[in-house]
């Protein structure tokens, strides 16, 4: 999975929502793509704003079974937001590694909470390790920060108590959700999620 500067990228809860409803009662779709249009499932306010909803929105679809759908579509709104930050780590590299190498490590020390300075270190860090992310532009990588801090809130993995400061909060991830991503989704992520 390459770095990719996710500054227009958003968490889309309510689309994934919709669109996995719309798949689950339509199975043999040819081109989902142009009935997502055509339904305009993705809430849509121009044909540039379908198409970057449904580049992001697809990718984060390979990701779920039709079990997982379900849960999303069915269970409750927190249970859908974690399977949804979920199909996020899967193609996000750099909040992925926020969440491994930032949040996990700091959970698991008993320092439950994150400030702003932990984001900028860990941009650095990557800055250090990554030509790609070397050669972002600073307000790139502000944007990124935000936006990072926006998937981790509204996903449950961080409760923010004021500016730049917020708390790590383990996600409740249902034991048949863990059982259906274990045994046919990516396992890393997973364990991941779970600190």
Not at 58 to 81: A, F, H, I, M, P
Not at 114 to 140: G, L, T
Request: with cysteine; hydrophobic share 35%; proline share 2%.
């Amino acid at each position: 999975m390459k770095y990719r500067a996710i500054t227009s990228e958003n968490f889309y809860f309510s689309e994934i929502k919709r669109a996995c409803k719309f798949l689950l009662r339509n199975k043999n779709i040819e081109n989902i793509k142009k009935e997502f249009e055509k339904r305009d499932i993705l809430d849509i306010t121009s044909p540039s704003n379908f198409q970057k909803k449904y580049s992001s929105i697809s990718k984060r679809l390979s990701y779920l079974t039709d079990e997982l759908k379900e849960y999303l579509v069915n269970s409750d709104s927190q249970t859908g937001k974690v399977i949804n930050l979920y199909t996020i780590l899967c193609t996000e590299r750099i909040i992925l590694e926020f969440v491994d190498e930032v949040i996990k490590e700091k959970y698991q020390t008993y320092d439950y909470l994150i400030y702003q300075k932990d984001f900028n270190r860990f941009m650095e860090f990557k800055a250090d390790q990554s030509d790609i992310v070397k050669n972002w532009s600073e307000a790139s990588k502000k944007k990124i920060v935000v936006k990072m801090k926006n998937f981790l809130t509204e996903g449950g993995l961080l409760n923010k108590l004021e500016e730049g400061k917020y708390k790590i909060t383990r996600p409740i991830i249902l034991p048949e959700i863990r059982e259906e991503i274990h045994k046919n989704g990516k396992r890393e992520i997973l364990k991941t999620m779970l600190y």
